[in-house]
């Protein structure tokens, strides 16, 4: 797939849903005047002159805007707007060469098509539907096609991150890189068909959950329930589970590197002793994470924050990563500069008990969504979500349910609501009632499975 033409692809193997990721405007064909941008049905019998082909050809065919791809890729480009949005269309694949096609959706794509970026791909194989980065494994993805082969793609972008859905179900978050565009239908390797093209202005909150939507599952220090905690193994193990978000915590060592590890000491789940703080990069590489947990897991290693963020950067997956300890502004630059490395500031997601914390990430990244952790609720959570400039509050599942009230304002200030941690049905029935947007949990998988069999209660 050529890098200058797609900012980021999902691929559903026979199909794919398209991101070129930036900071865009839409606009273009139709405006309701409310909230729709582009509401396009293709009953005018022709491709809306406000759209610009850039490849392919295009036509309407019987109420459907056919993309043919022929022996390259097919583009139509359209919009400028608002920087927070939704994008949604049904599609189906008409004709394949072989078995290689496929169709996209684009977002913060300019009207010439050529953006260079990275490639987050969803499949369709033997196996069933996986997602995962350009490069990497994929990940399984609930997912049933329809009798008639039409797929409904929606992505939800707003502020630095899209959120990808199949027939609402929400199946990957990807980063935005804020660079400017439009939005864009793509075709390759045969012929599809769309329909239903809608573009629609949405709240900036990149967190709340949309209608229909499922709660965000969040593996706790990874899939800690059957892996040892803040490993790439337990990272692993969360990203086939279904996590959107890992949860990880982060420390420094004695040379300030940023390793994962939840206790002040290594002595609970390493073979060695002594404070996180006090050991150096060399000695926290040496100790087996593992073995504690079980024989099989004997020789996984304590990994650095720049290892997780390379993991999630080519096999995908996004970070929540709570700074457990920073004593100066320094201490939690030394954390902000490795993320500003490995270039993961569009998906990671910085949360802490201490304000301070916030503080200093917002001054040093402001591009970077923040949330604030919480075993007991504020007096007016709303009013110091604000000062601190939150994208997320995140009480106990205690906490909240003492004041579950809680989540409809901070809904109407327009943060989301993680809850933690949380690891039985019976609580992640009582949480979705509340309207909470996401769940952290031990049991990663355990509760993917419970929403896939359950649904959501559409709050």
Known sequence: MRRDLFRSVVVLGSCVALSCLSGAHVGGARSNGAGDVVREDFSSGGVPGQWRVVGGAWRVTEGRLVGDAGPGKGLVTFGAGSADFRFEARARIEREDGAKGWFGLGVDVP????????????????????????????APVPFVRAADGEVRVRVEARGPRAVWFLDDRQVLVTGRSGAGGGVALAVGGGTVSFDDVRVTRVSASAFQRAAAAPMTVVAHRGASAVAPENTLLAQ????????????????????????????????????GVGRVSELTAAQLRGLDAGSWRAPVYAG???????????????????????????????DVAAVIDVVKAEQMTGRVVVQSFDPRHLRWVRALAPEVPLGLLRD?????????????????????????????????????????????????????????????????TNRAGEFSGWLSGRGSSGR
Do not use: C
Request: glycine share 12%; charged share 30%; hydrophobic share 40%.
């Open 236 to 271: 692993e193990v969360g990203r086939r589970s279904g996590a959107v978000f890992i949860e990880n915590d982060v420390r420094l060592s004695r040379d300030r590197v940023p390793f994962l590890m939840h206790d002040p000491t290594v002595d609970r789940t390493t073979d």
């Open 300 to 330: 996984a290693r304590v990994p650095t924050l720049a290892e997780q963020l390379a993991d999630l950067r080519t096999r995908g997956g996004s970070l929540l990563l709570e700074i457990k300890q920073a004593d100066s502004v320094e």
């Open 111 to 138: 009207a010439s098509g050529r953006e260079p970026g990275s490639v987050g791909v969803v499949r369709v194989g033997a196996d069933g539907v996986s997602f995962g980065e350009e490069g990497g494994a994929a």
């Open 376 to 440: 007991k609720l504020d007096a007016d959570p709303v009013a110091v979500s604000r000062e601190l400039g939150l994208s997320l509050y995140n009480p106990s599942g205690v906490a909240l349910e003492a004041r579950p009230g809680v989540v409809d304002e901070l809904h109407a200030a327009g943060l989301g609501v993680w809850v933690w941690t949380v690891d039985t049905a019976e609580r992640w029935d009582r949480y979705d009632g509340y309207g909470v947007d996401g769940v952290i």
